[in-house]
């Protein structure tokens, strides 16, 4: 019998007011749909894995093997913000930037669906399925990916050939709305009573198939330091959900 996960279904994972983070599965790309048209997809908060009492897990996604993700991320940084996506063994998504509008609430969007240097899609497969290709130590730092998130402060749009600050945004500024917050705001309207229970595997995150995603690029003239101020971070760990 596999071990089972239990935790609170949710909506967004997030860390403070300024950083949320949504997994879904990959629909936009080709291969990806073959993938996905019987996979699911659970978010769960605070889980706990019956095979490790005591420990708890503060994000998981559990998902069917061989599927491709989506990741959604929500930040809020005049005029834009940089974003990582990094297991512990390499970068899925090292540098990349959303400086695209912001919504009335002041969040700009970014959605990943293939690693930044290689053009092949975010999967998630058995971690002793590839027990044979890599051993256990590398394999456990492909279970969790961490995503930050940090401010950039100028830029250079190089169609436009524009140069844009806060001072200077590049799209006029939306009056501010609170009822446009109500979807970063829906993880915490799933009651905390609500659990859900599913028998699982530890999975890791893998670069498969083809991506067609592309990604635009600008010219980050100044911009924080990742490491040392950003605006979010948070832990994600994957596992596969036993279909037997």
């Not at 809020?76 to 090292?94: H, L, N, Q, S």
Request: aromatic share 8%; net charge neutral; glycine share 6%.
């Amino acid at each position: 019998m596999s071990p089972s996960i239990s935790g609170t279904p949710s909506e967004w994972f997030r860390n403070g007011e300024n950083l949320l983070v949504r997994f879904g599965l990959n629909v936009a790309d080709a291969e990806a749909r073959q993938r996905n048209e019987r996979a699911r997809l659970e978010m769960l908060s605070d889980a706990q894995v019956s095979a490790a009492p005591g420990r708890s897990f503060a994000h998981v996604v559990a998902v069917s093997r061989g599927a491709a993700l989506s990741i959604q991320i929500r930040s809020r940084a005049e005029p834009g913000f940089g974003f990582r996506i990094a297991t512990g063994a390499d970068p899925v998504v090292d540098r990349l930037y959303a400086v695209d509008q912001a919504d009335a609430a002041g969040f700009r969007n970014a959605t990943v669906r293939r690693f930044q240097h290689d053009a092949r899609l975010i999967t998630v497969d058995l971690m002793r399925a590839r027990q044979g290709v890599h051993d256990l130590q590398t394999l456990e730092r492909l279970w969790a990916c961490d995503i930050s998130t940090w401010r950039v402060h100028q830029f250079l749009d190089p169609v436009a050939g524009r140069v844009f600050t806060a001072d200077h945004p590049r799209f006029p500024r939306q009056a501010p709305r609170v009822a446009a917050a109500s979807a970063a705001m829906a993880a915490r309207q799933i009651p905390a009573a609500l659990q859900a229970e599913h028998p699982v595997r530890a999975g890791v995150v893998w670069a498969d198939g083809a991506a067609e995603q592309r990604f635009d690029r600008i010219q980050v003239q100044r911009e924080d330091d990742p490491d040392q101020t950003p605006i979010g971070l948070l832990r994600v760990h994957f596992f596969v959900l036993d279909e037997n």
